[in-house]
């Protein structure tokens, strides 16, 4: 009976080998505890100390186990804590006592945000330089066909640039090429009409070209400005800078996607189109890289190795560009990066007239 000794919690109770589940109630008396049905059968008698009982996990359910196999199951989490509390054993877990005592749980999220810091720190830039290595070449054709063709359909339309004026400008950038190491049969320059994106250029990572009517147009009758940005552009591919940053992108969102678990699929979309857009951009090292190859293939290819420069200072002309590096900018700031071309590109005349 009831009266017999103390009803702790109510909750559902297992037959051994069951999953039939019965209304019950958790009775105890000294250090016997009793399993009661609605009509007030003893299901089950056993000692507290021979019985299992799961760690407390925030609000999930406790299953006390018996020793014949059987279970009860309740929700009164705070009942069952007393009852283990009675008898010397507290079986909360480590993980109820974090969520109860509030300074360690601020202490295991700063671990995690640490451990998280140290994977995008070094372990990211690592797994990046492994996977540009074992990349076939089918991936960044795929990628990059995929990429222009999205272009195409959203952003740009057909040049309107004579047909004179682009054979002009791609002959003398196959003999800039031809000074790359994948040489100039692994590259192809594209002419489009910008639409909103204006004056712009970019590559690919297998070694598609593009540049807009407005970035001709702005540099009017400067070829040598033009050729320098498309040599800066050829740099980025030498070096797999569009690659890099996609894989790049592709693992900071999984890092974050892993620490913050579920975050639905409207969060999963903004991480991935995020890491997309992300990939059309480059570090400020990697623009300075593709500064000095361009200054190089210019030079080797009997151009003036200063152009590009020439093209910041323009940006500051007619554009506005004269914004300083900040530690928050993704690139060099255009003054910057104009004085480090010219210094570059002056170094580079003295080399060739010293070698002369």
């Known amino acids: 009976m009831a009266s017999d000794g103390v009803e702790i919690a109510s909750g559902k109770w297992h037959a051994s080998g069951s999953s039939l589940a019965h209304p019950a109630r958790l009775v105890t008396s000294g250090e016997m505890i009793r399993i009661m049905l609605d009509d007030d059968v003893v299901a089950l008698q056993s000692r507290v100390a021979e019985i299992t009982v799961s760690d407390r996990i925030g609000r999930i359910p406790r299953r006390l186990t018996f020793m014949d196999g059987s279970l009860f199951e309740t929700a009164d989490n705070e009942a069952i804590d007393m009852l283990l509390r009675a008898h010397g054993a507290d079986r909360r877990g480590w993980i109820a006592e974090l969520e109860r005592f509030h300074p360690r749980l601020i202490a295991f999220a700063a671990a995690v945000f640490l451990f998280a810091w140290l994977i995008y720190r070094y372990a990211i830039p690592v797994l990046v330089e492994i996977a540009v290595l074992v990349t076939p070449p089918v991936v960044p054709q795929m990628m990059s066909s995929g990429t222009l063709s999205s272009l195409d359909q959203a952003v740009f339309s057909p040049s309107t640039l004579p047909p004179s004026e682009q054979d002009e400008i791609r002959t003398k950038f196959e003999a800039i090429a031809t000074h790359a190491a994948r040489g100039a049969a692994n590259y192809k320059l594209n002419f489009r009409k910008g639409g909103y994106i204006g004056p712009n250029a970019f590559a690919l990572p297998d070694g598609t070209l593009v540049i807009t009517d407005e970035l001709i147009r702005l540099a009017g009758k400067d070829q040598e400005m033009i050729l320098g940005v498309l040599a800066h552009e050829i740099g980025h591919v030498e070096n797999d800078h569009s690659l890099r940053q996609l894989y790049r992108s592709a693992g900071t969102a999984g890092l974050i996607m892993l620490v913050a678990g579920d975050i639905g699929s409207a969060g999963e979309e903004i991480l991935t189109d995020g890491a997309a857009l992300l990939s059309l951009s480059y570090s400020r090292s990697a623009e300075a890289e593709a500064d000095r190859i361009s200054a190089e293939l210019m030079a080797k290819a009997g151009?003036?190795?200063?152009?590009?420069?020439?093209?910041?200072?323009?940006?500051?002309?007619?554009?506005?560009?004269?914004?300083?590096?900040?530690?928050?900018?993704?690139?060099p700031g255009t003054p910057e990066r104009r004085q480090a071309i010219e210094d570059y590109a002056k170094l580079l005349r003295e080399k060739k007239n010293g070698d002369q």
């Open 303 to 331: 151009h003036d190795p200063a152009a590009i420069g020439r093209f910041f200072a323009l940006l500051e002309q007619k554009l506005g560009d004269r914004a300083d590096t900040s530690m928050l900018s993704t690139h």
